[in-house]
């Protein structure tokens, strides 16, 4: 049996995934309630709430996105550093 251990996760890597799923998580939730909100025939009351809930998507689902994308880098660069490690 190979004795492969799996690197340890780093501070950014964590930080990075909580940030993607929050900024992507809340961005679900607010697309829902446009949903149900306007499928119902209601109106969000004109307050910072609506333009809350209509432009928050807007911004952060590409914000996740992009920390997606940077958690991605963050884990290969760290991957070929520690390859770099062991070969030596």
Do not use: H
Not at 8 to 24: E, G
Request: a positive charge; aromatic letters at 8%.
């Amino acid at each position: 049996m190979p004795d492969e251990t799996r690197p340890p996760v780093s501070r950014l890597q964590r930080m990075l995934a909580f940030f993607s799923l929050a900024l992507i998580g809340l961005s679900v939730i607010a697309i829902v309630i446009l949903m149900i909100v306007g499928g119902a025939g209601m109106k969000i009351p004109s307050t910072q709430l609506q333009y809350f809930v209509q432009f928050f998507p807007l911004l952060a689902l590409p914000l996740g996105a992009l920390g997606i994308i940077a958690l991605f880098v963050v884990g290969a660069v760290e991957r070929r550093k520690l390859n770099t490690r062991q070969s030596k």
